[in-house]
């Protein structure tokens, strides 16, 4: 047996059903606009959803910042890699989050697969949405305990969940889920979610990545002003950037800082990406109007797919999946988009689960009225 055998035939098998992935590269023009191969098309799949990525204060306060501190953090944060900089923004951060302090970390998925391994011993149950992102189906895996997947944003299941396990020695429950779903862009109950943990004694981590900068107060995600006892969120979507935090309690806090690891054993966040962070925050405030018009395109746009027979699920924010189902034709509808200045990718098994492969769009405050009846006409006509 040859030593890569196993890595042919999985390449193969996945080529066989129209689930091979590869790395395509692009260059971007503006906010919304890139170069593939020499074509100019309309970005439809980035998470750029407030268009600051290319925000000339992100680039001049990660200039000014590199300027002052270097290039890079030289260290991880417990070492020297903890400059004046970080608890700045924490601060900042922990101030628009409504919590009483906040922690950098590096990206979200390794937020999540460190963050419950953290949390969690042998004998922890991890009730996690059936549809959470594939960092916390690893950072469960990962906290090697039991597992129980409720209903996809059914609290009632949950409380049956919570019930059950009572009695049967169990030392913590972690409920965790998702505020704005990834693939799906339907939303948290996180008022009943709160509920239950308090009832129940569990403690309550949401994602709020892609609600960050869009929803809730201040644009500030939606678990502002909730009694949500750890939000993770990213700056790689709506900030434009690129890291990770953390909102909590002084308590918690304390505790990630000695017992998670993808904290404690990884370089910080080079002083220029603080910057950027920094320099979002301060506009993030201030764009209510670009969140309520982001809103109302996608709230238009969903209609618009609606009439035509589109099913795009319980979507209620800026992302918006076109299920379509199967693999092969959903591939044929990303192509035809392309074909026709569109990039919207079709996402597959295993991201999403066998037979519901979708087209994700993703509108950003930057595309105008004019893109969406691009896009519509596109759809319009493949549906004949």
């Known amino acids: 047996m040859k030593k890569n055998s196993f890595i042919e035939s999985e390449l193969e098998n996945r080529r066989s059903q129209n689930l091979l992935r590869g790395l395509r590269t692009i260059s971007p023009i503006s906010g919304i606009e890139i170069d593939v191969d020499g074509r100019t098309m309309l970005n439809f799949c980035s998470n750029d959803y407030l268009g600051l990525s290319r925000h000339p204060l992100l680039r001049q306060r990660a200039a000014e910042f590199m300027e002052k501190y270097g290039a890079g953090s030289t260290a991880s944060r417990l070492v020297c890699g903890t400059y004046d900089c970080f608890e700045q923004v924490e601060n900042k951060i922990a101030y628009l989050k409504g919590s009483e302090t906040a922690l950098i970390l590096n990206s979200g998925y390794q937020t999540n697969v460190s963050l419950l391994p953290a949390l969690a011993d042998r004998e922890t149950l991890i009730l996690s949405d059936w549809l959470n992102h594939n960092s916390i189906i690893q950072g469960s895996l990962l906290a090697r305990c039991r597992v129980e997947r409720f209903h996809h944003n059914d609290p009632d299941h949950l409380k049956r969940l919570l019930k059950e396990n009572q009695d049967s020695g169990i030392s913590r429950v972690l409920i965790i889920t998702e505020s704005v779903f990834s693939m799906d862009g339907d939303q948290s109950d996180i008022d009943a979610l709160v509920k239950l943990a308090e009832e129940f004694q569990a403690l309550l981590i949401v994602d709020d990545s892609h609600a960050t900068g869009v929803l809730g107060k201040r644009g500030m995600g939606l678990t502002c002003g909730k009694n949500v006892d750890i939000t993770m969120g990213t700056f790689g979507k709506a900030c434009g950037s690129f890291g990770s935090y953390i909102a909590c309690s002084k308590k918690i806090r304390d505790y990630l800082i000695n017992f998670c690891y993808g904290f404690i054993y990884t370089t910080a966040l080079p002083p220029s990406i603080i910057g950027s962070i920094d320099a979002a925050l301060e506009l993030i405030p201030t764009m209510e109007k670009e969140r309520l018009d982001l809103l109302k395109k996608a709230d238009h746009l969903r209609s618009s797919l609606h009439e035509m027979g589109f099913d795009t699920g319980d979507s209620s924010a800026q992302i918006i999946p076109v299920i379509i189902g199967d693999e092969e034709e959903t591939l044929a509808l990303s192509k035809q ?48």
Request: hydrophobic fraction near 45%; proline fraction near 4%.
């Open 337 to 384: 988009l392309e074909e026709d200045g569109i990039l919207a990718l079709a996402f597959r098994p295993p991201t999403v689960a066998k037979g519901e492969s979708i087209i994700r769009l993703s509108l950003s405050a930057l595309h105008t009225q004019e893109h969406l009846e691009q896009l519509i006409d596109i759809f319009r006509r493949w549906r004949g």
